[in-house]
């Protein structure tokens, strides 16, 4: 054989070689969340699974599905109380295991999606094999307790709890789920902090143990994770910055998201309390604004769920 023709063999070789090594690297990639069971991304207050293309977790149940997830999001009522919803999410979750086996599932809340799953891990551990709470008012939220304080002050709690419960209804009918029920004064009472702390006494799995601190990363079998931001406004061009930086004035100071409290995001393992983010750029909304150089929320979400991947679940 001719010595150019040993050359263009080898060469043709090693291309191969180098483009079966890039689609095994794909493949990896491809699997990197992968867990053992699906991943539930379960909506806070005022939220929905979707309504038309925009997710309220924004792109991200694309992102962990190339990533090999299986994802659901389920809807449950944009305002209730942590019970009714987590009552919601378990009918959810015992269907999807009548559906497809599922035996397990990794819940992931925000906001008031973190105590919703809470519920249904103390009521139902053996579908729950992980719960991550992100910017979950877990001690409740002083953003509530003024909201509270001001209604009952000028006698317009009742009539505020009445447009709030149909914002909600709206907002389930456009999502597709008018038949979810809507009660503010549920959502109300659930994240202000007298609220919180009659929640936690009844459900204190992944509890932290010392004030500000974190709590088990193992409780009934269950692994609690949480995280939490510590910015307000964190870009000029989203409409919904105004709006936290104004709530924010109510925490005096003390490090939030606009809604919840760094501290008050704590529950089991603590992987981080001060993302830069505000609490709607922990789900990547609004539209995936959020500050220039700050962690991209997307890669949070990949990240965990290759955390619990590589723990077998």
């Known amino acids: 054989m001719k010595p150019y023709s040993l050359v263009l063999r080898g060469t043709l070789a090693a291309i191969a070689l180098a483009a079966a090594g890039g689609i095994g ?3 990896a990639a491809d699997t990197y969340a992968q867990t053992r069971y699906p991943i539930v991304l379960v909506h806070g207050m005022s939220g ?3 309504i038309g293309p925009v997710n309220y977790f924004y792109g991200i149940p694309d992102t962990l599905r190339a990533s090999g997830a299986v994802v659901f999001t389920p809807a449950v009522s944009a305002f209730n109380s942590n019970e ?7 009918a959810t979750l015992r269907q999807l295991k009548a559906a497809y086996g599922y035996d397990k599932f990794n819940l ?3 906001s008031q999606g973190g105590t919703t799953s809470r519920y249904v891990a103390a009521v139902a551990p053996e579908l729950v094999a992980s719960v991550t709470t992100v910017g979950t008012p877990h001690q409740g939220s002083k ?3 003024a909201v509270a304080g001001l209604a009952g002050a000028s006698g317009s709690t009742g009539w505020a709890a009445a447009i709030a419960s149909a914002l909600g209804q709206a907002i389930s009918w456009l999502s597709g789920n008018p038949n979810l029920p809507q009660n503010a004064l549920g959502t109300l009472g659930s994240l202000n902090t007298a609220g919180a702390q009659s929640f936690n006494a009844s459900f204190p799995q992944g509890a932290p143990t010392s004030p500000c601190g974190q709590g088990p990363e193992v409780a009934n079998g269950i692994r609690y994770y949480s995280v939490g931001g510590t910015a307000a406004v964190t870009n000029l ?6 709006f936290l930086g104004l709530s924010s004035t109510v925490f005096l100071g003390e490090a939030n998201d606009g809604l919840v409290s760094r501290c ?4 089991g393992l ?3 309390d001060d993302y830069p983010w505000n609490h709607l750029d922990e789900v990547n909304q609004a539209f995936g604004l959020r500050g220039w150089f700050t962690p991209d929320p997307l890669q949070f979400y990949r990240s965990q769920a290759n955390r619990l991947k590589l723990l077998g679940l």
């Open 48 to 50: 929905f699974d979707a």
């Open 264 to 267: 008050s995001s704590h529950w």
């Open 237 to 242: 061009l989203d409409v919904t910055d105004g």
């Open 84 to 90: 009714q919803r987590g009552e919601q999410l378990l």
């Open 25 to 27: 690297a794909a493949r």
């Open 108 to 110: 992931i809340g925000h």
């Open 143 to 145: 953003v509530a307790d």
């Open 270 to 272: 603590v992987l981080r």
